[in-house]
């Protein structure tokens, strides 16, 4: 297929780590892009016009001319094919290889544990699924040791940049956060608040994350309005 002149155009929702990991790496890229916010309260995700997009009703959705690609780090590997610098998947090999790998751990050991704490702290059952929520974050923590040693050899998690492994994991890691910080689950006493005492290494990283150039244009506009009120 040959490159597109158009603007990339991404559909996307407030707070969706996924979504969130493409946004990212569109600022680290510098790809000027076309921002189609969608609210799933209003059924944005369910309207024809969407579902044509992506039939699962998901974000993100990524367009770009007459493409149009699902799924976060499918879009990821697009981006890096389409507008190869800087590089997000390694410039080398062994480069690749690290990162996949950073990416394959996530997924496999700490996305699922985490899902266990954000998604019932979000939805107001902290307190019902409180033993869940402490048995998951021993998986949490015992990840979140691994990904703070690894930080202390290198700033990024896989290569000596930025990489996709970095903007996988940090709107989930970001998100964890928000959601720890929610008065019901400080009850919980969840060992993680403030970062910058629990795990150093890895608050460093969260703020060398939060100087890309673009970034507050990547932040949850919900979180935000949460902020100010």
Do not use: C
């Not at 158009?6 to 510098?30: C, D, F, N, T």
């Not at 998951?136 to 923590?141: G, L, N, P, Q, Y």
């Not at 970062?195 to 919900?222: C, D, K, N």
């Amino acid at each position: 297929m040959a490159r597109s002149k158009a603007k990339p155009e991404l559909h996307w929702i407030s707070g969706s780590p996924y979504a969130w990991r493409v946004m990212l790496a569109l600022e680290v890229k510098q790809v000027p892009y076309v921002s189609r916010l969608l609210e799933s309260s209003k059924g944005d995700l369910k309207t024809q016009d969407f579902l044509r997009l992506n039939p699962r009703g998901q974000v993100p959705v990524l367009t770009h001319g007459d493409y149009v690609l699902t799924e976060s780090l499918a879009i990821l590997a697009y981006l890096d094919r389409q507008f190869p610098t800087p590089p997000i998947f390694g410039e080398y090999a062994y480069e690749t290889a690290q990162v996949w790998r950073v990416i394959s751990e996530f997924l496999s050991y700490l996305n699922g544990p985490m899902g266990r704490v954000v998604t019932p702290i979000y939805a107001g059952k902290a307190a019902e699924k409180a033993e869940d929520i402490q048995a998951a974050m021993r998986s949490v923590h015992s990840e979140l040791a691994r990904l703070e040693q690894s930080l202390g050899l290198a700033p990024w998690l896989a290569t000596d940049g930025i990489s996709a492994a970095d903007l996988t994991l940090y709107p989930s890691v970001r998100s964890l956060m928000r959601a720890a910080s929610k008065p019901a689950a400080l009850a919980l006493g969840l060992g993680l608040l403030p970062l910058r005492s629990a795990y150093p290494r890895l608050a460093a990283w969260v703020q060398e994350i939060e100087r890309i150039p673009g970034y507050e244009r990547t932040y949850p506009p919900h979180w935000r309005e949460a902020q100010a009120a």
